[in-house]
């Protein structure tokens, strides 16, 4: 039963952040706080999945295997986080920029060059992403 249970109450609990965001209006500061709750929710979960493992759950068979893939999983694990939080911040980063250089374009049109560079800037976040993505990949 324990082994049904407490994956139950990690969903819910992920989920509950969620859950408040739509049935309030729409602001955003409960919105950014609701992400800020649900990802601290997910790492305090990560966080007790992994200090308090479900002991005697795996036969020795399959836990001479997972000792064998996990740097594997891990590495990969980094690299889809590389990847992902490279991209969140070039969006949150062209989002900003994007619309101030057009602003700036419209108001001084050889200020074109300037501008581009800035929001050229914001988009290399993604591209370091996934570079260092790749080099993990390799490496493992």
Same mark, same amino acid.
């Given at each position: 039963?324990?082994? &049904?249970? =407490?994956?139950? /109450? ?15 209006? %729409?602001? +955003? ?5 609701? /992400?800020?709750?649900n990802?601290?929710? &997910?790492?305090?979960? =990560?966080? =007790?999945?992994? /200090? ?6 795996v #036969?020795?068979?399959?836990? @001479?295997? /997972?000792?064998?893939? #996990? ?11 590389? *990847?992902?939080? +490279? #991209? ?16 700036? *374009? %419209?108001?001084?049109?050889? #200020?074109?060059g300037? %501008?581009?560079? &800035?929001?050229? =800037?914001? @988009?290399? *976040?993604?591209?370091? +992403?996934?570079?260092?993505? &790749?080099?993990?990949?390799?490496? *493992?």
């Amino acid at each position: 039963m324990y082994i &049904f249970i =407490l994956p139950l /109450v990690a969903v819910a609990l992920l989920c509950l952040p969620v859950i408040i965001r739509m049935r309030q209006p %729409a602001d +955003g500061k409960k919105c950014r706080n609701a /992400v800020i709750l649900n990802l601290c929710t &997910f790492f305090g979960i =990560l966080l =007790l999945c992994t /200090v308090l493992p479900m002991g005697n759950l795996v #036969s020795a068979e399959t836990a @001479e295997a /997972v000792e064998k893939l #996990s740097g594997a999983g891990l590495g990969y694990i980094a690299a889809g986080l590389a *990847v992902g939080l +490279g #991209s969140i911040g070039c969006g949150i980063a062209v989002g900003k920029a994007a619309p101030a250089a057009i602003g700036a *374009v %419209a108001e001084d049109p050889d #200020s074109f060059g300037k %501008a581009m560079i &800035f929001v050229a =800037l914001g @988009e290399g *976040v993604a591209l370091y +992403g996934f570079l260092i993505a &790749f080099l993990i990949i390799q490496a *493992v």
